[in-house]
């Protein structure tokens, strides 16, 4: 059982409806991570809360909302997506710090298979 | 961009036969990380690597990070059908402005034929 559970698991939405994506991490963390999953392309990072606060935009289009509460909440607002956002939204979380030399391992959630019509 | 480069894309193997997975970055890296990815599964930790020229095991697995970390290796003795799933290297690289990105490679999807 992962230590960071995601939802939903599936969402297919049209390019005019507005969703959002859960993460929480039961882990104690101080750091959350949005990654995006597309066939044949690397894992790209999206988006990096230390102690909750925003310390990367990886150059993301305005669509795409995060919000980080606090600690083990993280969420991606979904707003006018194409059908080239649809792909696997992946969360994870760190003991380290985010963009620190050794941020340890990753703890990835099972993931928001995201299809937009 | 600074980017980390993973081969080969895809492997098939028969059940038994060895495995190796190799990742190269033009910069220097900090440590270099590798997950698996199971079908349908989400990316889970392997190791981490440090030092230069470090060597782990895990089991049938071994991990190699070069001398200049640049390059490292994953190395699968005798593969079994559980070992099937994508395998990942991640290399921490100073991106700039003293920060540190976690850069994926493509990964390397092995297939083991029984």
């Known amino acids: 059982e992962t230590g960071v559970t995601q939802t939903p698991r599936h969402l297919v939405m049209g390019m005019t409806n507005k969703k959002s994506l859960k993460c929480e991490q039961h882990?104690?963390?101080?750091?959350m991570y949005w990654y995006k999953q597309s066939a044949k392309k690397p894992l790209e990072l999206m988006f990096v809360y230390n102690f909750k606060e925003q310390t990367e935009n990886n150059s993301v289009p305005s669509r795409f909302s995060p919000e980080c509460p606090n600690s083990s909440h993280l969420f991606l607002h979904l707003h006018t997506l194409q059908p080239e956002d649809s792909a696997l939204y992946l969360c994870a979380s760190s003991q380290g710090q985010g963009l620190m030399s050794d941020t340890g391992e990753l703890f990835f959630g099972e993931g928001s298979r995201l299809t937009v019509l | 961009g600074q980017q980390v480069m993973q081969i080969p894309q895809y492997q098939h193997v028969q059940e038994g036969e060895d495995f190796t997975t190799y990742c190269n970055s033009s910069?220097?890296?900090?440590?270099i990380q590798w997950y698996k990815q199971r079908p349908g599964g989400h990316p889970v930790f392997l190791i981490q690597l440090v030092k230069s020229g470090e060597v782990k095991k895990q089991k049938r697995l071994t991990f190699q990070f070069g001398e200049a970390k640049k390059n490292s290796s994953l190395h699968i003795t005798a593969t079994q059908t559980t070992d099937v799933g994508t395998y990942f290297c991640?290399?921490?690289?100073?991106?700039?402005?003293?920060?540190?990105?976690?850069?994926f490679g493509k990964g390397t999807l092995l297939t083991v034929n029984p």
């Open positions: 882990l104690g963390h101080n750091a």
């Open positions: 910069t220097t890296l900090s440590n």
């Open positions: 991640a290399g921490q690289m100073d991106s700039g402005g003293s920060n540190y990105k976690l850069t």
